[in-house]
């Protein structure tokens, strides 16, 4: 449609994103439309869309379901992507990309590149770089690869032209004259892709509208006029947004009012961390037989403890507060891997207290834990207490429910993201048409995705969780059961007054365990949706990877971690709290 998704400003040199303007918009609302625009099928059945986004669509082309794909072609190896290079000439044809609405047709173009890193010093190491980097640009190059593709019974896949320039013409005829023809048209009906600082990263920023788009059903309105503002102001906000994140485009005089306010949570942020430390300290410092004891007396008494927490006391310091220490100095500045770093202030907090979505990121996290709580820290103390009332079979159900347990996270979260297939031929929703529902998004869904995060974990952690609960139930006195029978106390009654009082260090010590699994859970969600739709699971440890690795943030994503810290001193001193309230004693015979 004409438009760019990255430009150079004449004056400055940035890369600044332009994809929000008339022809972006419209093309959005042409694909957006084909992937969700509802229309009425022979049997009368409401549907949506005629085509899939990549991500849904690769995980059933494997079933012959899919009758058209976008894919990439090689100037050497024509049949090059991976999802069609198993097939032959035969039962595979090449077209060049749709038309337009504009009437044209455009080809993207990806062109390799090859560089020495810029802190390399060593002269042989760059003369070394260089000669491989003159040889992989070469005829001689491109020869070899020719050669090579034709000599294992590739030449069928081969440009033709490349095939007759390094004497390969007797194959010349068996490239089909279609694929030929999809190479040439897309070569002389290209434009490059944009090659400069982080264009990359707006490249990947401008499929987010789309995907507010989809979790909102713009494509489902009818009316041209408001489905095509609602994209312009969608695209608008994701425009200023990541021209603001990348090349910090604020004016001065409201980036003077942010400093103020993040100097002033900032003052905050640093009592609070010093009250809560001093809290601490008195809360473990204790008495003994009504005698205070400071430090050096605690350490006159159990100098040997010491001596033997010293080697895990110097790991703690040297992997937890050495890098806290660099941490806190990394927030305030503009951090560099390469090259200098310079010194912004209180810019970093600010950035992060006015940013939308790190608030955003907060309430998702906040909604992360509750279903944790629900789903995770719950059912394993159900299950446990069922278990312990099982006559027979009890070793067997054990077993069974221990298993996911045996399976990697990340596999458990891939193979449950294959389950979540959101069409008709997804296994969920296979078992949902048998009970006459319709067929969900799960993790497309903005109402489904948390959830739809939360249940893998829930059922791999179920197990672990019962056989801890299990063991623990063994220590409750069984006289404290039986004078509680005698009592009249039924089923219900033992459990509230007699076992889960029992168990209670444990149920502490779990839910800590969950909390803080529930606050470090940006690795399942980057698996499963990373942070989509529409920000519906963009948790805040996800928001702290995104800004240090997609964006080169790190300043920003520090300052976010200590944020983070102080939204959880309450949590801590709660938890410190209980902790030191707990006596611990071995077991007696």
């Known amino acids: 449609m004409g438009s760019k998704i990255v430009e150079r400003e004449v004056g400055t040199g940035n890369w600044v994103a332009r994809f929000n303007d008339a022809g972006a918009v419209q093309a959005a609302d042409f694909y957006s439309r084909l992937v969700d625009a509802p229309w009425t099928d022979e049997d009368g059945q409401q549907r949506y869309g005629v085509g899939m986004s990549s991500g849904e669509a690769w995980s059933i082309w494997d079933r012959g379901r899919i009758g058209m794909g976008l894919l990439y072609i090689n100037d050497i190896l024509i049949n090059a992507d991976d999802h069609i290079s198993s097939m032959s000439p035969g039962e595979l044809g090449l077209v060049p990309v749709p038309f337009a609405p504009s009437g044209q047709s455009i080809t993207e173009l990806h062109v390799r590149g090859l560089g020495v890193c810029a802190t390399t010093e060593d002269p042989e190491k760059i003369a070394a770089s260089w000669k491989f980097l003159r040889f992989v640009g070469s005829p001689t190059a491109e020869r070899v690869i020719v050669q090579t593709y034709v000599e294992n019974g590739y030449a069928s896949f081969i440009n033709p032209e490349k095939l007759a320039l390094h004497g390969y013409n007797e194959y010349v005829a068996t490239v089909p004259a279609q694929w030929k023809h999809t190479l040439e048209f897309a070569l002389e009906n290209s434009l490059p892709e944009p090659y400069g600082e982080n264009c990359q990263v707006y490249i990947e920023r401008a499929s987010k509208p789309l995907q507010s788009a989809f979790s909102e059903g713009v494509p489902r309105i009818a009316d041209d006029a408001t489905r095509l503002a609602r994209l312009q102001e969608l695209y608008d906000t994701a425009v200023q947004e990541i021209n603001e994140k990348m090349l910090g485009q604020i004016p001065e005089d409201v980036m003077a009012f942010r400093r103020k306010v993040a100097?002033?949570?900032?003052?905050?942020?640093?009592?609070?961390?010093?009250?809560?430390?001093?809290?601490?300290?008195?809360?473990?410092?204790?008495?003994?037989?009504?005698?205070?004891?400071?430090?050096?007396?605690?350490?006159?008494?159990?100098?040997?403890?010491?001596?033997?927490?010293?080697?895990?006391?110097?790991?703690?310091?040297?992997?937890?507060?050495?890098?806290?220490?660099?941490?806190?100095?990394?927030?305030?500045?503009?951090?560099?891997?390469?090259?200098?770093?310079?010194?912004?202030?209180?810019?970093?907090?600010?950035?992060?207290?006015?940013?939308?979505?790190?608030?955003?990121?907060?309430?998702?996290?906040?909604?992360?834990?509750?279903?944790?709580?629900?789903?995770?820290?719950?059912?394993?103390?159900?299950?446990?207490?069922?278990?312990?009332?099982?006559?027979?079979?009890?070793?067997?159900?054990?077993?069974?429910?221990?298993?996911?347990?045996?399976?990697?996270?990340?596999?458990?979260?891939?193979?449950?993201?294959?389950?979540?297939?959101?069409?008709?031929?997804?296994?969920?929703?296979?078992?949902?048409?048998?009970?006459?529902?319709g067929p969900q998004k799960w993790l497309q869904d903005k109402s489904q995705a948390m959830v739809s995060i939360i249940i893998p974990l829930a059922w791999a952690g179920m197990g672990p969780g019962c056989l801890i609960y299990l063991a623990a139930l063994k220590t409750v006195p069984e006289d404290l059961y039986e004078a509680s029978a005698i009592d009249g106390a039924g089923f219900l009654g033992r459990i509230w007054h007699i076992t889960l009082p029992t168990i209670r260090p444990l149920v502490m010590i779990q839910l800590i365990f969950v909390l803080i699994g529930a606050f470090q859970s940006a690795d399942n969600v980057l698996v499963m949706t990373a942070g989509g739709p529409d920000h519906a699971t963009h948790v805040i440890g996800l928001e702290i990877f995104y800004d240090a690795y997609v964006y080169l943030r790190f300043g920003v994503a520090i300052a976010i971690a200590w944020i983070l810290g102080f939204f959880l001193i309450g949590l801590t001193m709660f938890q410190m709290k209980r902790i030191s309230r707990m006596s611990f004693t071995t077991a007696k015979s």
């Open 263 to 437: 100097s002033a949570v900032m003052l905050l942020v640093a009592v609070s961390f010093g009250l809560m430390f001093a809290y601490i300290w008195r809360l473990f410092s204790g008495s003994e037989g009504g005698v205070k004891r400071g430090f050096f007396g605690w350490l006159k008494k159990y100098w040997l403890a010491y001596v033997l927490l010293a080697p895990a006391l110097a790991s703690i310091f040297v992997f937890n507060y050495y890098p806290l220490a660099v941490g806190a100095r990394m927030a305030f500045l503009d951090y560099n891997v390469i090259g200098e770093s310079t010194f912004v202030g209180v810019d970093n907090f600010a950035a992060v207290l006015f940013d939308s979505v790190f608030w955003v990121s907060i309430l998702r996290t906040a909604e992360y834990v509750f279903w944790s709580l629900l789903l995770v820290f719950l059912p394993p103390i159900i299950l446990a207490l069922c278990l312990s009332e099982l006559p027979r079979a009890s070793v067997l159900f054990r077993v069974l429910y221990y298993l996911p347990a045996l399976v990697s996270g990340l596999i458990v979260m891939l193979m449950w993201k294959m389950f979540f297939d959101p069409s008709e031929a997804g296994a969920l929703n296979q078992v949902l048409a048998i009970l006459d529902f």
